[in-house]
Structure formats: C-alpha cells, structure tokens
C-alpha cells in the first residue's frame, strides 16, 4: 500500500507561483509515474502532468511552458512548480502515484491517489 499526501497549495493573484509537492510512503519496490491532475469547480478532472521512472516528463497543453514537474526518488517526493498562474488554473490538484509491486513472484502495478490541495487564484 502507498500512502499519498499533497500540500503547497493557497490563494494566489494572477501571475502567481505555487509549488505543490506529492510525497509518497509505504511498502513498494518501484514508483512507475506520478501525475498530476487538477479539477476545478463544476468540471470533469484533467489531467496536468507527468513524470515517469525513465524520465519522460509531458505536459498538458495548457501546463506547458509554465508548470515543470519534478521528481525527487530519493526522499519520496514530487513537485509541481507552477509559474505565471491564471484564475483558469483555479482547482483542487491531485497526485497519483504509479507504484510497482512485487509480492510472491507477481507484479502489479497498482495506482494510488492522495486527498488532494486546493489551489485558488484570484484575478
């Protein structure tokens, strides 16, 4: 089991930084991915970026060229660095992390998700 926890959110004007952090805990042999998604208030939930264990990072179009995910294996933690923020990017943003586990000669690939931080910006 992986246990997930995001935090770094706030109110924010437009123009803004935030940096959000992902940090995950448990019993895994490998992370596979972390992503970020975001939903907003009365919208489906969309996905924002990802990172994965062999370093392929992509964006959503709307992430791209001012958000940059980050990675940090070593202390368990990834980050969403959030740059130039617009009251579009107003959201409650989640974390999911791809995790790899093997037990008894199985591999799964299990997905897990944290409670989410709010990110609010004002215009």
């Known amino acids: 089991q992986v246990h997930v926890v995001e935090s770094g959110g706030g109110l924010v004007q437009t123009g803004g930084s935030l940096r959000l952090s992902c940090a995950y805990s448990?019993?895994?042999?490998?992370?596979?991915?972390i992503t970020w998604y975001r939903q907003a208030p009365e919208k489906e939930r969309e996905w924002v970026a990802r990172?994965?264990?062999?370093?392929?990072?992509t964006y959503s179009d709307s992430a791209k060229d001012r958000f940059t995910i980050s990675w940090n294996n070593a202390e368990k933690v990834g980050f969403l660095q959030m740059n130039r923020l617009i009251p579009e990017d107003t959201g409650l943003y989640s974390c999911?992390?791809?995790?790899?586990?093997?037990?008894?000669?199985?591999?799964?690939?299990?997905?897990?998700w944290g409670q989410g931080t709010q990110v609010t910006v004002s215009s």
């Open positions: 990172s994965t264990g062999d370093d392929r990072i």
């Open positions: 448990g019993t895994f042999s490998g992370i596979g991915s």
């Open positions: 999911k992390v791809k995790a790899l586990i093997v037990n008894l000669g199985r591999t799964s690939f299990p997905e897990f």
